[in-house]
């Protein structure tokens, strides 16, 4: 059974994404939201790869980024990336489902402190991102 405050976290998201056109390119697709929580999961695409062959690092970030974003400002509080790292783990290739998971670790009055786990459809950690943010005194939605 879902709280009002996880009705809120997922109402506040679903705004987020109507007006995110970078996260609807990448292919990103919600699976659960909770207060100060987020998974999501997208899938490699031909033009998501280096000339290496591998998962271009952007994207590994910015998939990493998505969930920090969705879940650092799903209290309707409008928080901003202040500091932010990625670590590369394991490749990842073309056709590759990207699961990626931002659990809260500090929630403060003006800042947050974040860490994103992204894994592989066979549950490989292939990515560990970490996010700080900082948060304004705006609401993102009118309840």
């Known amino acids: ?9 997922n109402n506040v998201v679903s705004h987020m994404m109507q007006h995110d056109g970078f996260s609807k390119w990448l292919g990103i697709e919600i699976i659960e939201i909770k207060e100060g929580y987020s998974k999501i999961k997208m899938k490699i695409r031909a033009e998501m790869v280096n000339g290496f062959g591998i ?3 952007g994207i590994a970030f910015s998939l990493a980024d998505s969930a920090f974003a969705f879940a ?8 901003v990336a202040l500091d932010t790292s990625i ?9 590759d489902e990207l699961t990626a998971e931002a659990k809260e670790l500090h929630n403060g009055k003006s800042t947050g402190l974040y860490h994103i786990s992204i894994s592989n ?3 490989h ?16 939605i009118e309840k």
């Open 1 to 9: 059974m879902q709280t009002e405050k996880d009705i809120l976290a």
């Open 55 to 57: 998962i271009h690092g």
């Open 72 to 79: 650092c400002n799903n209290r309707n509080v409008l928080s």
């Open 87 to 95: 670590n590369f783990i394991k490749p990842v290739h073309i056709g």
């Open 121 to 123: 459809q066979n549950n």
């Open 125 to 140: 950690e292939v990515a560990v991102f970490k996010g700080l943010c900082y948060r304004t005194d705006k609401k993102l």
